[in-house]
């Protein structure tokens, strides 16, 4: 049986707190709101009981936020690809951010097991003065399980309209993409992390996030910071497993946290357990 889910958050300030009115359909939801560094800061942990995400399933998150909101969402561990007899699973994600409102948007990786046929789509639009850090992080397979990923198919969405389109397919087939030094250059961990405002930061402040980005990927061949605009930043990583790409990226989200919006880095208590 395919599972059909829909899950809604409206962000919002009450009395000088964030807070949080959520609706839910089928198997997703979001947990307790958790406030670890005071009322300004929302942290919500989304989970889908089933554990995965098979053909013909879907997923649709929602997320409206308010001037003065600012939310971290992430998830209690990886988001898994199922294999599928034909069907496509689907996991959307549309936000967007109005006023001077922030999203991070933190999830844990997406695996893609042998045979799936997936996509994963994330759009989120910034409006007035909202600004969001983001990642994503996608696994081929599970290597170190000795389940390497051979066939199948993962389409990857992700969009910021008017700032930022990426729409790619990888075919485990294609050799050519994943094995050439021009694409994944025989890695199988593709980790992305951006910065991005409806506003040009200033020019100080994109130089400053530049740097450190730079001072972070140094010794790292497979890693690299760009600026594509304006009022966007974006770390790209390459490696064989999840967790140095994970490591590099709660490294650089912590330092970009701090510099552009002067909060020390609070990281999500599901990392920890």
């Known amino acids: 049986m395919a599972w059909h889910a829909e899950l809604s958050i409206r962000y919002f300030r009450d009395n000088g707190r964030t807070v949080a009115l959520d609706r839910h359909q089928g198997p997703l939801r979001v947990l307790q709101?958790?406030?670890p560094e005071g009322p300004d800061v929302c942290h919500h942990v989304l989970v889908h009981p089933p554990g995965g995400v098979a053909g013909g399933d879907e997923l649709h998150l929602a997320l409206d936020?308010?001037?003065?909101?600012?939310?971290?969402?992430?998830?209690?561990?990886?988001?898994?690809?199922?294999?599928?007899?034909?069907?496509?699973a689907l996991q959307s994600v549309r936000a967007t951010l109005h006023?001077?409102?922030?999203?991070?948007?933190?999830?844990?990786?997406?695996?893609?097991?042998?045979a799936c046929l997936a996509e994963n789509r994330q759009r989120f639009e910034l409006?007035?003065?909202?600004?969001?850090?983001?990642?994503?992080?996608?696994?081929l397979g599970l290597p170190a399980s000795g389940e390497p990923w051979r066939q199948g198919r993962f389409?990857?969405?992700?969009?910021?309209?008017?700032?930022?389109?990426?729409?790619?397919?990888?075919?485990?087939?294609?050799?050519?993409?994943?094995?050439?030094?021009?694409?994944?250059?025989?890695q199988r961990v593709l980790?992305?992390?951006?910065?991005?405002?409806?506003?040009?930061?200033?020019?100080?402040?994109?130089?400053?996030?530049?740097e450190a980005?730079?001072?972070?990927?140094?010794?790292?061949?497979?890693?690299?910071?760009?600026s594509p605009s304006p009022r966007l930043l974006v770390l790209r990583v390459l490696a064989?497993?999840?967790?140095?790409?994970?490591?590099?990226?709660?490294?650089?989200?912590?330092?970009?946290?701090?510099?552009?919006w002067q909060l020390p880095a609070c990281a999500p208590r599901v990392w920890r357990t």
């Open 240 to 260: 064989a497993r999840v967790e140095p790409a994970q490591r590099l990226m709660q490294a650089l989200w912590a330092r970009w946290r701090e510099l552009g």
């Open 127 to 139: 409006r007035d003065a909202a600004q969001m850090i983001g990642w994503d992080t996608v696994a």
């Open 191 to 210: 980790g992305t992390l951006w910065f991005a405002s409806a506003q040009p930061f200033a020019p100080g402040l994109r130089e400053a996030l530049l």
């Open 65 to 88: 936020l308010e001037p003065g909101s600012h939310a971290v969402l992430t998830t209690p561990g990886a988001t898994r690809f199922y294999r599928s007899r034909g069907e496509q």
């Open 99 to 114: 006023g001077d409102a922030r999203l991070e948007w933190l999830p844990l990786e997406a695996i893609a097991h042998d």
């Open 155 to 186: 389409l990857q969405h992700l969009e910021l309209p008017g700032l930022w389109l990426e729409r790619g397919l990888i075919d485990a087939q294609d050799t050519r993409l994943l094995d050439s030094p021009l694409g994944w250059a025989g």
């Open 213 to 226: 980005g730079r001072a972070l990927c140094e010794g790292e061949p497979l890693a690299g910071v760009t």
């Open 33 to 35: 709101r958790l406030y």
